[in-house]
């Protein structure tokens, strides 16, 4: 069976170009999360759905972020002016269910620079 | 929110010697897995452990939920071991990680 499938995996950008991250979530997952990874802040959660829902967009780090997921096989992440500050590794991962259930797999991430 | 703590951040071991990393939480959880992310950034699940014993060839881990820690085993290291180790919690609604383990091995 196929993983989680991120694309790209490598993004440079300029600052104030707009990013757009996705994902293809593994078949029959109903959890899918985007997490953000830097050397100082470590493993972040962004945002996370189930069944397509956003439930928990706490982690969203201001409005020039914005997450969406139109089916269950697909989401994107979007930034919208990036700024430099915003270079990591963006990964997803989904999960059938959570709590007791669930075990987390993730997508092999997408590094993002911007310049 | 619920607290991870993992340790040693840090350890650099001789191929061939085992180790132990810790990872302590600080409210009871339902689900508990430990990931290796390697030198290329891929996080590869290791086990999927919210309570008891598992092995998977030279791994191990064992959680003792009641008292909110759990273990990973590495016996006989090689190179390819080497990586950041992460815990990752999960209470009920979404999984909370902690700052690794970053392990090194020597040849």
């Given amino acids: ?115 | 929110g619920i607290q991870v703590e993992q340790s040693p951040p840090d350890l650099i071991l001789q191929e061939g010697a085992n180790s132990t990393l810790r990872c302590n939480f600080s409210d009871s959880v339902n689900n508990l897995q430990w990931f290796h992310q390697n030198p290329w950034g891929q996080l590869i699940n290791l086990f999927y452990i919210p309570s008891g014993t598992k092995q998977n060839g030279r791994l191990s881990a064992t959680t003792v939920a009641t008292e909110r820690y759990s273990l990973l085993y590495i016996s006989s290291s090689q190179t390819t071991d080497s990586g950041v180790y992460f815990c990752a919690v999960d209470p009920g609604n979404q999984f909370y990680f902690g700052t690794g383990t970053s392990l090194t091995v020597i040849p």
């Fill in chain 1, 1 to 115: 069976d196929a993983g989680v499938i991120q694309s790209p995996r490598h993004e440079v950008t300029e600052m104030g170009q707009e990013v757009t991250l996705r994902c293809k979530p593994i078949s029959g997952h109903d959890y899918l999360f985007w997490y953000r990874q830097t050397m100082m802040r470590g493993l972040e959660l962004l945002i996370y759905f189930n069944n397509n829902v956003p439930i928990d967009d706490s982690g969203m780090p201001e409005d020039r972020f914005s997450a969406k997921m139109p089916n269950a096989s697909f989401s994107t992440l979007k930034i919208q002016p990036s700024e430099p500050r915003d270079s990591a590794v963006y990964f997803c991962a989904s999960s059938r269910g959570t709590g007791a259930t669930g075990e987390l797999f993730f997508g092999e991430g997408s590094r993002l620079t911007v310049l």
